[in-house]
């Protein structure tokens, strides 16, 4: 009989319905305002989803500008008041009959709801962590909410924004983050108002980023991919007669399933190799994520991009070209733009750029209002951001985290290729049979290799971006121009492809591009965009049995081919990334990089969850807790913390705020010697240190509460060590937490 338990489920639940305070009432009350798009007379669905897509830069921004200026306890009183205005305004809409108009907005919205319900359901499967006999069975996304976790626990018990950064601490001081923390602020006021832990909270946030994504997908199609379709929809001496929104919207959502031919090189290396990737897209650097990927490893970037497309949308697409309603998306989409600089950077960079292209493209046609619209938001957004611009950028760091002089956050790097960055250069590699130089010459020669990847990896879509591009072109060369739309959507597109092919962040993430896939994730919605209408077509022409072309017939042949793998390959996606971890529990599968795990270490996991609840419960809030900074299981140790660490990993997760250089000096290298831990490099080893007198030294100098150690940690061989003879506060067969001095003479008075 096997013991199992979903211990998660409820609170992310709760924290699910949670979130529904903070992203309806904002976007509903503001479209509701500004009737933007006519709002009161759209169905319930397209409501909904104005609503949604409305709320997440808005939220943010308000809970971030709250929280800077007036301290973090006034932003839950202010969305209280708007939810109520909210629900006032609701009241007397519906009063006049105008809150759903006519039977049909139910009707014509369920596609919608049971979509967005299916998204829920989805959500809650990729982020539960599963208990079965004493072992925890979590996803392969928890590879990245290590950083997440820590960064989520201290946007909720911060007073004040921006918060510090939770994972370095010295003499008591943490250095103050610097960027990626706006989503976090957001997802602390459920948080706070609701006694919710930080795990809960980030589990719920994976359900709304699927549906912010769809939600602003969704006003995408209906207002810049249906227009532009032409007559795309009509067949030979047909009339062009467009489905219903509502087909299209659930088209929409089957669509965005469909990955590239990712499931191919994973089956051979499967097959041929043995070797079982963690994700569909882990067999290159270079890879592009399914959508249900990218929101389980990073909810805020899907938050960040949704809310830069919904910036990019409210500026090319005004149903008037009204003072007014061009005043109301220029505000909004400033919103828009402020959010996503400080949710996710990569993203933010792209949709700003895409920004400026098209206000480019407007000048040069001589939309005067456009252009100084796109300008205003921009400008706006800017100033709605300026604490944060100064923060990041001008402001050198302080206090005794702070190295000699600021470290460079941002860098705009060209491709630059050799040996180390990613598939392409091993590639090459083999090809040439030399290291790939640098510079122009080394892109050059990546080039093709690159393209190769990214036709692998886009798969179905490049026959919508071929028939698209052929359509558009024809047009051009009959002298029918593009519609005002569908030059919207090639200037995001060919921006987004523009920045993908030349500018990586590889060299300065050693070896992974989260550059190049942010943009191609962006890129692929524009394409997912363009083909549904495409797929509505091609299923009509078919079920009234119009004629084609054999090389129509077989060129759709193929496409529907590499869509079914698509399709495939997006399901093995899911469901790789929730049982690989089991897998290599069990010992079915051999680990790789990053989850060098032996068989059991779901054992380790629980214990490692149990741990941090007795620490819950027997430390102060403020007690700071220290695990081995690069042991096997330094991102197991952080995925369930409540309490500040003095070093993340070696250097204490400096990325977010800190001199790594003082991190290693002060904090990194006596734990090293604490813990026995040999140093990455050979000629700077650290003599182990593990008796009693080095315990107390090391926790009076770093100020600890309480040491975690794991049977991974080679202090834990050594019968003698400090692991065998300090004060124990948890004991299991594969995780202790060892008690300091002072929480020692603390807990005694």
């Given at each position: 009989m096997h013991d199992v338990s979903l211990p998660g489920v409820l609170p992310a639940i709760l924290a699910t319905l949670a979130f529904a305070l903070y992203l309806v009432p904002p976007g509903f009350l503001l479209a509701g305002l500004g009737n933007l798009a006519d709002f009161w007379t759209l169905s319930f669905g397209e409501k909904l989803c104005w609503s949604v897509a409305l709320s997440f830069p808005v939220s943010t921004m308000l809970a971030v500008l709250l929280g800077h200026f007036a301290g973090a306890a006034v932003a839950n009183p202010v969305f209280l008041l708007l939810a109520a205005a909210a629900i006032l305004m609701?009241?007397?809409?519906?009063?006049?009959?105008?809150?759903?108009?006519?039977?049909?907005?139910?009707?014509?919205?369920?596609?919608?709801?049971?979509?967005?319900?299916?998204?829920?359901?989805?959500?809650?499967?990729?982020?539960?962590?599963?208990?079965?006999?004493?072992?925890?069975?979590?996803?392969?996304?928890?590879?990245?909410?290590?950083?997440?976790?820590?960064?989520?626990?201290?946007?909720?018990?911060?007073?004040?924004?921006?918060?510090?950064?939770?994972?370095?601490?010295?003499?008591?001081?943490?250095?103050?983050?610097?960027?990626?923390?706006?989503?976090?602020?957001?997802?602390?006021?459920?948080?706070?108002?609701?006694?919710?832990?930080?795990?809960?909270?980030?589990?719920?946030?994976?359900?709304?980023?699927?549906?912010?994504?769809?939600?602003?997908?969704?006003?995408?199609?209906?207002?810049?991919?249906?227009?532009?379709?032409?007559?795309?929809?009509?067949?030979?001496?047909?009339?062009?007669?467009?489905?219903?929104?509502?087909?299209?919207?659930?088209?929409?959502?089957?669509?965005?399933?469909?990955?590239?031919?990712?499931?191919?090189?994973?089956?051979?290396?499967?097959?041929?190799?043995?070797?079982?990737?963690?994700?569909?897209y882990a067999w290159c650097n270079e890879g592009v994520a399914t959508w249900p990927g990218t929101v389980a490893f990073g909810p805020h970037h899907m938050v960040g991009c949704a809310s830069g497309l919904l910036g990019f949308l409210l500026l090319s697409f005004r149903p008037n070209d009204s003072r007014r309603a061009t005043a109301v998306s220029s505000i909004l989409a400033a919103f828009c733009f402020a959010a996503v600089m400080g949710t996710s950077a990569f993203i933010a960079l792209a949709a700003v750029l895409a920004t400026i292209a098209f206000g480019a493209?407007?000048?040069?046609?001589?939309?005067?209002?456009?252009?100084?619209?796109?300008?205003?938001?921009?400008?706006?957004a800017m100033l709605l951001d300026g604490f944060f611009i100064v923060a990041t950028i001008l402001t050198p760091q302080a206090g005794p985290t702070a190295g000699a002089a600021p470290a460079h956050r941002f860098k705009l790097l060209l491709w630059e290729w050799h040996e180390a960055y990613g598939t392409t250069g091993a590639l090459l590699q083999r090809i040439f049979h030399h290291v790939i130089p640098h510079g122009v010459r080394g892109y050059l020669m990546?080039?093709?290799?690159?393209?190769?990847?990214?036709?692998?990896?886009?798969?179905?879509?490049?026959?919508?971006?071929?028939?698209?591009?052929?359509?558009?072109?024809?047009?051009?060369?009959?002298?029918?121009?593009?519609?005002?739309?569908?030059?919207a959507l090639w200037t995001l597109f060919?921006?987004?492809?523009?920045?993908?092919?030349?500018?990586?962040?590889?060299p300065m993430q050693h070896g992974g591009n989260d550059f190049g896939r942010d943009i191609l994730t962006m890129s692929r919605i524009v394409l997912i965009l363009w083909a549904c209408p495409l797929a509505a077509a091609g299923w009509h022409r078919w079920r009234n049995g119009s004629s084609l072309p054999r090389r129509t017939r077989l060129a759709f042949g193929l496409a529907a081919a590499c869509g079914v793998v698509g399709l495939a390959s997006c399901a093995w996606d899911v469901v790789v990334q929730r049982i690989y971890l089991p897998l290599v529990d069990y010992g079915v599968v051999r680990s790789r990089?990053?989850?060098?795990?032996?068989?059991?270490?779901?054992?380790?996991?629980?214990?490692?969850?149990?741990?941090?609840?007795?620490?819950?419960?027997?430390?102060?809030?403020?007690?700071?807790?220290?695990?081995?900074?690069?042991?096997?299981?330094?991102?197991?140790?952080?995925?369930?913390?409540?309490?500040?660490?003095?070093?993340?990993?070696?250097?204490?997760?400096?990325?977010?705020?800190?001199?790594?250089?003082?991190?290693?000096a002060h904090n990194s290298r006596p734990l090293f010697a604490l813990y026995a831990q040999p140093e990455v490099r050979p000629d700077a080893q650290i003599a182990p240190d593990t008796?009693?007198?080095?315990?107390?030294?090391?926790?009076?100098?770093?100020?600890?509460?309480?040491?975690?150690?794991?049977?991974?940690?080679?202090?834990?061989?050594?019968?003698?060590?400090?692991?065998?003879?300090?004060?124990?506060?948890?004991?299991?067969?594969?995780?202790?937490?060892?008690?300091?001095?002072?929480?020692?003479?603390?807990?005694?008075?």
């Open positions: 609701a009241g007397l809409r519906h009063r006049q009959g105008r809150l759903f108009p006519g039977a049909a907005s139910f009707r014509d919205s369920a596609p919608l709801l049971l979509a967005l319900l299916a998204t829920v359901f989805l959500g809650l499967f990729i982020t539960a962590a599963v208990r079965v006999n004493g072992h925890l069975e979590e996803g392969a996304f928890t590879n990245d909410w290590y950083i997440r976790v820590p960064l989520q626990y201290e946007a909720g018990i911060a007073s004040r924004v921006p918060p510090d950064n939770p994972l370095f601490t010295l003499n008591g001081q943490n250095p103050v983050l610097h960027y990626h923390y706006f989503f976090y602020i957001l997802c602390a006021q459920p948080m706070r108002l609701f006694h919710l832990d930080a795990r809960a909270v980030l589990d719920a946030s994976v359900v709304w980023a699927c549906l912010a994504f769809l939600a602003v997908s969704w006003l995408m199609l209906k207002y810049l991919a249906v227009p532009s379709a032409g007559d795309v929809f009509a067949g030979p001496g047909e009339a062009s007669s467009v489905p219903q929104i509502r087909r299209l919207a659930l088209l929409f959502f089957g669509l965005s399933l469909v990955d590239g031919l990712n499931l191919i090189p994973n089956l051979v290396a499967l097959l041929l190799g043995g070797r079982l990737y963690p994700t569909v493209d407007a000048l040069f046609r001589r939309q005067w209002k456009t252009a100084a619209a796109v300008t205003a938001s921009l400008v706006l990546a080039l093709p290799v690159l393209v190769l990847l990214y036709a692998i990896h886009f798969g179905f879509y490049l026959f919508v971006l071929w028939y698209r591009g052929r359509y558009d072109l024809a047009g051009t060369r009959k002298h029918h121009p593009l519609s005002s739309q569908g030059r060919l921006t987004l492809m523009t920045l993908s092919l030349f500018i990586s962040s590889a990089d990053p989850f060098l795990f032996a068989p059991d270490t779901g054992a380790s996991y629980a214990e490692l969850s149990d741990a941090w609840q007795r620490i819950d419960r027997q430390l102060p809030s403020d007690a700071i807790v220290q695990h081995n900074p690069d042991g096997v299981l330094q991102r197991p140790a952080l995925l369930y913390l409540n309490r500040r660490v003095a070093a993340g990993d070696i250097e204490c997760e400096t990325t977010f705020g800190g001199s790594p250089e003082v991190c290693v008796g009693a007198p080095a315990f107390a030294a090391t926790c009076a100098a770093l100020r600890l509460s309480a040491l975690i150690v794991t049977d991974y940690d080679p202090v834990w061989a050594l019968g003698d060590s400090w692991v065998w003879r300090e004060p124990v506060l948890y004991a299991g067969r594969h995780v202790r937490v060892l008690a300091c001095p002072a929480a020692m003479d603390a807990a005694t008075r």
